[in-house]
């Protein structure tokens, strides 16, 4: 069993190697200036495999956060591996997957360095709203301002609008009606613009992520309409 595990890693390590090459080679052929590195694709792969853990997976890895790296070096490795920036990485970009991580490990603070850290760094329109996204929840976990979570959400919905993205600028509407930030009938208003069956967007405004538990247990009482 565990011969076949460190051959499974072994394989995987091996695909993951020829992906990057084949990124690198791509970029220089068409001169891309921008880079990344094998180590932030490893990084981003954790990240998205911490956030991604059920919460068995999640209690069996302990303590053993020794891989997550601190705020500034993510922010670091944000400014300087801007390829990320370039290709649509939305949460997948490794300094917002860590941050994420730091999120679902209740490390409110540190979460909220790197979402504000990377507003000031990168341009895509994606990752620009999932990090608005998590200063949103990162503000209604903490109950340290429900106005600023609002904010939050108010700007997350403007990045989507701007780059025409409706399906996250309902996301981030909705994210802002459970918090109580806006009416019940302007979600209906931003969701009625999807040319989407109705069981569609049921299905997809009842996502059980953390993100959205968070908001509720804020409440709406803590807001005006």
Sequence with gaps: CDLAAREALAAAEAELVAHVAALDEYMAHWGMECSWTLGSFRLMGLGLGAMLASSSEWEADGDDWSWLPLPEALLALAAAERAWDVYTTGVQHPALA????????????????????????????????????????????????????????????????????????????????????????????????????????????????????????????????
Excluded: K
Excluded at 149 to 174: H, K, N, P, V
Excluded at 189 to 195: H, I, K, L, N, W
């Design 98 to 225: 860590c941050a994420v991580v730091y999120a679902r490990l209740h490390q409110w603070s540190r979460a909220s360095e790197v979402a504000e850290g990377l507003l000031s760094i990168l341009a895509q329109p994606i990752t620009r709203f999932e990090a608005r996204r998590l200063l949103a929840r990162c503000a209604a976990a903490s109950r340290s301002d429900a106005m600023a979570a609002a904010d939050s959400l108010r700007l997350a919905a403007r990045e989507a609008a701007t780059a025409g993205y409706l399906w996250l600028e309902i996301r981030a509407t909705q994210e802002l009606a459970l918090l109580g930030g806006c009416t019940e009938s302007a979600l209906r208003a931003t969701v009625g613009r999807a040319a989407t069956p109705v069981d569609e967007v049921a299905s997809f405004l009842q996502d059980g992520s953390d993100a959205l538990r968070d908001l509720r247990c804020l409440g709406q009482s803590q807001l005006g309409p």
